[in-house]
């Protein structure tokens, strides 16, 4: 069972690259999500996708655009980094409805993303 | 603001001796109060949904509770094995978004 599959696993870029953060899950879910995680922060939303074709903003969008490929897949892209973007990037996927059965988010392990 | 705070920040215990972590919130419309654990260099991994007041869940020396303000993670007996960041967020249906509290760090000692 692979759950939520994240790629790559650590990344070192220079400012002002760009790269793009992969995430695929095989659980037929339909939202998915890319929170970042920063020692004293916490867990903070970037950006969501509830559901196939819809994207919004988080608590923490500036600096990223995300694309929901398709069902299974959605990418979160940094166009120009930055130092502040250095953090852990972990992608989740939940089922739609909150109030099903044990819902959840399963969460990949995690993008390790340094920004010198 | 939506808002949920975890304390204390670090618990150490020793093998055996049991306690609580609290999660309080705010979160409009709230649907669900979630706890998670993650170990270090990994992702949360899913532990406990509750959904109303009163709801107990439990899952092995975990017993998760739910007031209409607060959550507590009771850990029972513990092992080192429980030694994790423990972290709770509340949960509303719009967008099934989760907002994250900030976490406990257990330590148990052997």
């Known amino acids: 069972n692979a759950g939520v599959t994240q790629t790559p696993k650590f990344q070192v870029l220079k400012t002002g690259q760009s790269m793009t953060l992969q995430c695929a899950q095989d659980?037929?879910?339909?939202?998915m999500y890319w929170y970042r995680q920063d020692p004293g922060m916490g867990l903070r939303l970037i950006y969501y996708?509830?559901?196939?074709?819809?994207?919004d903003k988080g608590e923490v969008p500036n600096g990223y655009n995300v694309s929901r490929l398709n069902k299974r897949e959605f990418s979160l892209r940094l166009e120009s980094a930055a130092p502040s973007q250095t953090s852990v990037y972990f992608c989740a996927s939940s089922a739609y409805l909150m109030t099903a059965t044990n819902y959840g988010y399963t969460f990949g392990s995690g993008t390790r993303l340094t920004v010198v | 603001e939506d808002q949920v705070t975890q304390s204390p920040e670090a618990l150490r215990l020793q093998e055996g001796e049991s306690s609580s972590l609290n999660c309080s919130y705010t979160?409009?419309?709230?649907?669900?109060l979630f706890w998670y654990r993650q170990d270090p260099g990994k992702g949360p991994e899913f532990l406990f949904t509750?959904?109303?007041a009163g709801e107990e869940k439990e899952k092995e020396r975990l017993k998760a509770t739910l007031t209409k303000k607060e959550s507590f993670l009771h850990i029972t007996a513990p092992k080192p094995e429980d030694s994790a960041t423990y972290l709770c967020a509340g949960g509303k249906a719009a967008g099934n978004k989760l907002t994250f509290g900030g976490g406990t760090r257990v330590l148990v000692k052997p």
């Open positions: 996708s509830a559901s196939e074709g819809t994207t």
């Open positions: 509750l959904y109303s």
């Open positions: 979160v409009s419309g709230l649907r669900g």
């Open positions: 659980m037929n879910h339909n939202s």
